[in-house]
């Protein structure tokens, strides 16, 4: 039988375009690789910058064998941008991750970030955009398999849910998270390309996709203003090292490999974190009342000159009477710049007055002899004694050490008993008393402290755009930490306010973008969960009025319900005999249990032969299956999951409320089915 010939066959054709896709980015990493850039520097160091933006050109052209290089087709009615003239002709364009074009320059493949794809993600039959048809394509690996059109400006075409996006939505999760590019959904897209000049704010509950929307607009960002991000940098901050290797293969997919990843913990570690608070002294610590008991402490060595100043230069002495000292001191304070600046302005303030009296007395001094009276010893010497340098470390160790100088610089500010909660010296601190900053058992909130006092001696450097995610965990000193990092850029902040499992964890988003310096942000609400089943999230919102009352439950726009069982079991055993019917499926497994159960499960694993990995560990066709400690399972996600002994998870926690958020998590992991086991009657707020 004659195969179909191309030109009749629309599949053949597109899997054509997309091997000549594959082709033309094949010439442009081969034309990268062959750049000669010997003749084109003029010295080593623009020859080293230049070889280092050609090898991130290269590895930003590769082309990944299982990932779809276009995902769709935008046919326009009219060509963009030209006179709609009746009989014009329209333009065709394949919506893909990256540009891609032949040798003549003409475009195969147009960037999603694109404004020409915008299109793709926001018309619909109500507003069709000059789009007469959008198709999508289904793949299998690498491979196009299948295509679906929606013709849009078609009035006779009625409007329907595409199966194809459905199914991309509902693809089983195996290894790290990936992009969203295809299936990005109108209100995520209208979040994705906001501008940078702007901090946006996205509360989303599990599912929601806020995680992919906060990580997407920082690659249309950097599409977008890409010269002024090279040169300002941006970083994405979450909340674990598991977490960021789970998000961590997201942007390079995307071609964007500049992109930093860390942690709060990573920005303030000027020391080595070695030591653990107590709940109570962590949320006095956090509390945004100790930058005003830091500032109090950092200006309180100085102190105002009592002596006049002599500056001997050759045969001349030329004298500064105390009380205009006095009046350089109090300016310096009474301007708004950092403790170490006017530390280093003060020497050219006393310098310049005394030229003032040299070009008085007939002399013509210039700015070398300025500089020169700035060195002098006894200048050096009037500012050391009234504007001493300060160390933000051995700072931060008196005022947690020395109850007489905590008392003084946080009077009016924290009460005596909060006081006595963070000083260590005090019996049942849980610390002795640290002879230096080398020696002291710091905490994650002492670092913390000393990256706010370090700031008050010297501004920290500034980004041109940071993304926080898992923001409703962190503490008001920690967002400040972050929003120093951001005072002249833009912010992307993420969370679910029903997920904060800290006992500092943010009550209102106005509260805490204030804190990050950025009160005027836009906040965004997600409510369309894409990733958790129906019965699951249903289940899990039980505990909403609980945890957080008045926020607007996710509903999950997933036409499959999911696969969800309660099972009272009798032991361990039950749950293992559970992960093993949910392996039998395609797709990732993740076992979630209270984290001092972990050790008991690992050992019913390994025994029953089921190997395991931890969490942020790639799986692979031999193991999928994940043992996630509660503490640690935010942000992740697997296709099923089995949720052990949901009190036990509660009962981890210091209080009900943290426990039953940890438990709302824990819940909301799974993204095709959740079996939850339990010896133990349910948290009653579930039944």
Known sequence: MPSTPVDDDPLARERAHLASSRGALRAMREDAESLDISDVTANWVNAQILERQIEERIKALADLSDTPLFFGRLDYLHAPGAERAEGAEGEQFYIGRRHVHDGDGDPMVIDWRAPVSQPFYRASKKDPMDVGLRRRFGYTGGALTAYEDEHLSDPAEAARTSKLLQREIERPRVGPMRDIVATIQPEQDEIVRSGLGGTVCVQGGPGTGKTAVGLHRVAYLLYAHRERLARTGTLVIGPNR??????????????????????????????????????????????????????????????????????????????????????????????????????????????????????????????????????????????????PAVDPAKLVLRLLTDADFLAEHAKGVLSEDEQKTILWALPGSGRRPARSVKAARWSAADAVLIDE????????????????????????????????????????????????????????????????????????????????????????????????????????????????????????????????????????????????????LAEALTARGIGHLAPGEETTAETRLTLVPASLAKGLEYDYVVLDEPQAVVDGEPDERTGLRRLYVALTRAVSGLIVTHTTPLPPQLT
């Open 242 to 387: 598991s977490f960021l290797h789970y998000i961590e293969q997201v942007l390079p997919a995307l071609g964007e490999l500049a992109v930093r990843q860390g942690t709060v913990d990573d920005l303030v570690a000027h020391v080595e974190v070695r030591g653990t608070d107590d709940a109570a002294a962590a949320v006095v610590k956090g509390d945004a009342r100790m930058a005003e008991v830091l500032r109090r402490a950092v200006y309180s060595h100085v102190s105002m000159p009592s002596e006049p100043l002599v500056v001997v230069r050759g045969s001349r002495r030329w004298r500064l009477p105390a009380y205009e000292l006095e009046e350089m001191v109090r300016e310096l304070l009474n301007r708004d710049i950092r403790y170490g600046a006017a530390r280093e302005a003060l020497p050219q303030r006393i310098a310049h007055a005394v030229l003032v009296q040299m070009e008085r007395s007939g002399e013509a001094p210039d700015d070398r002899v300025q500089d020169a009276v700035a060195r002098n010893s006894a200048v050096k010497a009037a500012v050391k004694e009234v504007w």
């Open 453 to 600: 006092a370090t700031d008050i001696v010297e501004r920290t450097h500034s980004l041109g755009h940071v993304v926080l995610d898992e923001a409703q965990d962190l503490s008001p000193m920690q967002y400040r930490a972050v929003g120093r990092r951001c005072t002249t850029g833009s912010a992307t902040v993420l969370g679910d306010l029903a997920q904060g499992t800290t006992p500092w964890a943010t009550r209102s988003w106005q509260e805490a973008l204030g804190h990050l310096g950025k009160a005027d942000a836009v906040i965004e609400e997600l409510t369309a969960g894409f990733r958790v089943p129906t019965d699951v999230i249903t289940y899990a919102s039980r505990l909403l009025p609980h945890i957080a009352p008045g926020l607007t439950p996710v509903a999950s726009v997933r036409e499959n319900p999911g696969f969800f069982d309660l099972r009272p079991v009798t032991g361990t055993a039950e749950t293992v005999a559970a992960c093993e019917e949910l392996l039998r499926n395609e797709g990732s497994t993740g076992l979630i249990a209270a984290d001092a159960r972990i050790p008991a």
